[in-house]
Structures are given as structure tokens and as C-alpha cells.
């Protein structure tokens, strides 16, 4: 009988079919799509600079800067502030924390997904390796992505309630009934995560 250890390395050496290492290798195809977004992500970086340099330039007086941020915040159809406010500030630095959260949503999908779907990037001794990453899976992935989209929704909704005089009652109900979709998907993600990770626990004590 063989060692196990020779039954290891003899199925390592085994010869992958032609084929179907050529369909396992399409999954490279995916890496143009990760630059996409790194650069994506790039874009992100630079408007949020432009906006807080802007912001910095308001506060100090100067009148582009000030102009393009009361732009920036007034609705569609509604009064025009005529200086920065505190309420002008805070829907400002909401607009900041919204670009922060969507590049976290970004960095995200470029490294999970990368990590589940295309190749190991072998981060384990790395003292920055975040600490989702070393058990992520498709499932955990959908989980994270999804409370994400939850966070990046609660800014929106929040900067909606700031200006509620500014918008109809139709309006407000609409952007509340999607935040309260957004929460209960996550969390029917989250349970259906659950019932399958119990399900494989159950299946392995089993066998």
C-alpha cells in the first residue's frame, strides 16, 4: 500500500486534459476587468481631492472654490445658499465619507474577487493582509459587498433627510423603501450563508 504522502504527490503530478486546463486559464480573462476598476478607484482619489481642496478653499474665502461647492450641494430646483453653512459642511464631508465608503466597495471586489476567482496572492505573512481576507469565499464576499451597499445607501438616504424640504413626500418614501430593500437582501444573504455553512458543517461530521 502506498503512503499517503505518495498517493499526494502521484494525484499533484496527475495530467491536467488539454482542455480543461485551457478553460481554467480563461480565468485571466477577469484581470482586465480588476484594472478597470483600480483605475476606477483612481478616479475616485482624484475627485475626492478636488472636493476637499474646494472645501479648504471655501472655508478660507477664496470664490471658485466656494462657488463650486454650494454647486455641489444645491438641489436641483431649490434656493441656493448664498454662504457655507454648517449644514453646507456637513453634506460636503457626507459626499467625502460616501467616495471613502465606494472605494472601500472597490478595493473589496479587486482583491476578494481577485483572490477567489483568479489566483492566490499568497499574503499571509504580509502585516497588512487585511483580516477578511484570510477567510474570504464567494459567500463571504456577497456578505461583505452587501453591508457595504448598505453603508454607501444610509449616506445617501441621510443627505436626502438633511435636505428633506427640498424634496417631495413621494421621494423620501421611495429612498427609504430602496434603504429598507437593500437591509433586508443583506440579511437574507447573511441567513442563507448561515443555513449553508451549517449545512457543510453538518455534512462533513457525517462523513
Known amino acids: ?18 482542455l480543461a486546463s485551457f478553460i481554467f486559464m480563461t480565468r485571466w480573462l477577469q484581470l482586465p476587468l480588476y484594472i478597470g476598476l483600480i483605475l476606477a478607484q483612481c478616479v ?5 481631492w478636488v472636493e476637499l481642496s ?11 472654490s466656494l462657488k463650486h461647492i454650494l454647486d455641489v450641494v444645491t438641489i436641483p430646483g431649490a434656493q441656493r445658499a448664498e454662504k457655507l453653512t454648517e449644514t453646507t459642511i456637513m453634506l460636503v464631508v457626507l459626499g467625502l465619507i460616501d467616495v471613502v465608503m465606494i472605494s472601500n466597495l472597490l478595493i473589496m ?9 483568479v ?15 484570510s477567510h474570504v469565499n464567494a459567500s463571504v464576499l456577497k456578505v461583505k459587498l452587501a453591508t457595504a451597499i448598505i453603508g454607501i445607501s444610509s449616506i445617501h438616504l441621510l443627505k436626502t433627510f438633511i435636505n ?17 430593500v437593500f437591509l433586508v437582501s443583506a440579511l437574507a444573504i447573511a441567513y442563507a450563508d448561515r443555513i ?3 449545512t457543510n458543517s453538518l455534512n462533513q461530521q457525517a462523513h
Open 54 to 64: 474646494d472645501l479648504i478653499g471655501a472655508i478660507f474665502g477664496n470664490a471658485d
Open 119 to 133: 489566483s492566490r496572492m499568497n499574503l499571509e505573512s504580509h502585516p497588512d493582509q487585511p483580516e477578511w481576507l
Open 164 to 180: 428633506a424640504s427640498s424634496y417631495d413626500a413621494k421621494t423620501l418614501y421611495a429612498q427609504t423603501g430602496i434603504h429598507i
Open 196 to 198: 449553508m455553512a451549517e
Open 109 to 117: 471586489v479587486i482583491i476578494g474577487g481577485y483572490e477567489t476567482f
Open 1 to 18: 500500500m502506498k503512503p499517503s504522502s505518495a498517493v499526494d504527490e502521484s494525484k499533484s503530478k496527475k495530467r491536467i486534459h488539454p
Open 44 to 48: 475616485y482619489v482624484f475627485h475626492f
